[in-house]
T-cell receptor
């Protein structure tokens, strides 16, 4: 069974631009979560979706948004990029919210 | 507030030298505790799920245990390929709803040949 895929894998953007990251979950998984990982802050939770509904949301500014589609694929968007948004963005999927999550390889975002 | 604390932050072992990693947590209700392994530049890899105190899970050289306040990841006779960052995460539950998964900061394990 194919794992979680994330596109693109690497991205370089300029401060003030916006970016959209994509995540395809494992087949049959209905829950998708997003995390930001930086060396200083570790894994920080962004949001969690189940069947197109946002179930949980982390403490990030409104510039960070996401959505889930009917096929369980998910996207997250960051508007008005800041230098501090440079990080590894990880997507994880699970059968349901309470089960173990399986992570994708991440998208490495660099903001210059 | 949900809290997960992992110790030690870093651990260096000789090949074959067994040890344990600790994950202590503070949550109002626990739905599950998860262990992950992460290699540099990659996404975390799922290892174990533990649901209730007294539960144990094993996989090769790894064994995870759970009490009401903490979990241990025991590594028996480690090999250099076990070198990685080990992450612990808890899924809290309150009022019947599962809250977000909360991760600890991890233990960076180095196994020297």
């Amino acid at each position: 069974k194919a794992g979680v895929t994330q596109t693109p894998r690497y991205l370089i953007k300029t401060r003030g631009q916006q970016v959209t990251l994509s995540c395809s979950p494992i087949s049959g998984h209905r829950s998708v979560s997003w995390y930001q990982q930086t060396p200083g802050q570790g894994l920080q939770f962004l949001f969690e979706y189940f069947s197109e509904t946002q179930r949980n949301k982390g403490n990030f500014p409104g510039r960070f948004s996401g959505r889930q589609f009917s096929n369980s694929r998910s996207e997250m968007n960051v508007s008005t990029l800041e230098l501090g948004d440079s990080a590894l963005y990880l997507c994880a999927s699970s059968l349901d919210i309470v089960y173990e999550q399986y992570f994708g390889p991440g998208t490495r975002l660099t903001v210059t | 507030e949900d809290q997960v604390t992992q110790s030690p932050e870093a651990l260096r072992l000789q090949e074959g030298e067994s040890s344990s990693l600790n994950c202590s947590y503070t949550v109002s209700g626990l739905r599950g505790l998860f262990w992950y392994r992460q290699d540099p530049g990659k996404g975390p890899e799922f290892l174990f799920t533990l649901y209730s105190a007294g539960e144990e899970k094993e996989k090769e050289r790894l064994k995870a245990t759970l009490t009401k306040k903490e979990s241990f990841l025991h590594i028996t006779a480690p090999k250099p390929e076990d070198s990685a960052t080990y992450l612990c995460a808890v899924r809290p539950i309150s009022s019947g709803s599962a809250r977000q998964l909360t991760f600890g900061s991890g233990t960076q394990l180095t196994v020297l040949p």
